[in-house]
């Protein structure tokens, strides 16, 4: 065991006692690399520092879960990520604007929409479509069609094998397209 890894169970297993300077120390070790990942979700700094802030709370609350299994980075970039997707939801939920509204105010003189309208109506078909997919099937796609994670990357964070990583990717697509085309 190498003694970075050995370190990070000792800094852990203070965490668990409660031991507030191990929770900072961990804090600083990871949140750079986890701001970035909310930050790549959220597209946002302020409600990226949040997800983030509140995916920490989240990992030393429910630390006595961490079995080891992967690395503690890998543990906490999937809280972040899960924390960061449904915080990315909340604020589409509520930046959702009547399709009747978007029409009236979009149209031209003579009431012609302009493409771009219906560029972002097939962009919001394709993010609700993706809503109905099973769920590793949409956590898969958003992480490498929204935040641009490759195979590897994405394998880490779902635990999954690189083969098993790319085959529910192409799942995914082929179940996303079925369900626009019948939508």
């Known amino acids: 065991m190498s ?7 000792v800094l852990l297993q203070l965490c668990l006692e409660q031991k507030q300077s191990a929770q900072l120390e961990v804090y600083n070790r ?6 970035n990942t909310a930050f790549r979700i959220v597209k946002n700094s302020a409600e990226a520092e949040d997800v983030m802030q509140e995916s920490f709370l ?4 429910k630390l006595h879960t961490f079995k080891g299994e992967v690395t503690f980075g890998a543990w ?15 604020q589409q939920k509520q930046n959702e604007v009547d399709l009747d509204d978007i029409m009236y105010k979009v149209e031209d003189n003579d009431g ?3 493409d771009h309208v219906f560029t972002e109506l097939k ?7 993706m809503k109905q997919l099973k769920d590793n099937y949409r956590v898969s796609l958003t992480l490498h069609l929204i935040e ?16 098993n990583c790319r085959t529910t990717i192409s799942r995914a697509k082929e ?9």
Not at 30 to 35: D, R
Not at 58 to 61: D, G, P, Q, S, V
Not at 123 to 129: C, D, I, L, N
């Open 3 to 9: 003694h970075k890894k050995e370190h990070i169970d």
């Open 30 to 35: 990871y949140y750079k690399a986890m701001y």
């Open 58 to 61: 989240n990992a030393f609350t």
């Open 76 to 90: 906490l970039k999937r809280i972040v990520v899960n924390n960061s997707i449904y915080h990315y939801r909340k």
């Open 112 to 114: 012609i929409t302009s």
């Open 123 to 129: 962009a919001q078909k394709v993010m609700e479509t």
């Open 148 to 163: 641009g994670y490759d195979y590897e990357e994405i394998s880490t964070i779902m635990n999954m094998s690189y083969a």
């Open 175 to 183: 179940s996303l397209r079925k369900k626009i085309q019948f939508a």
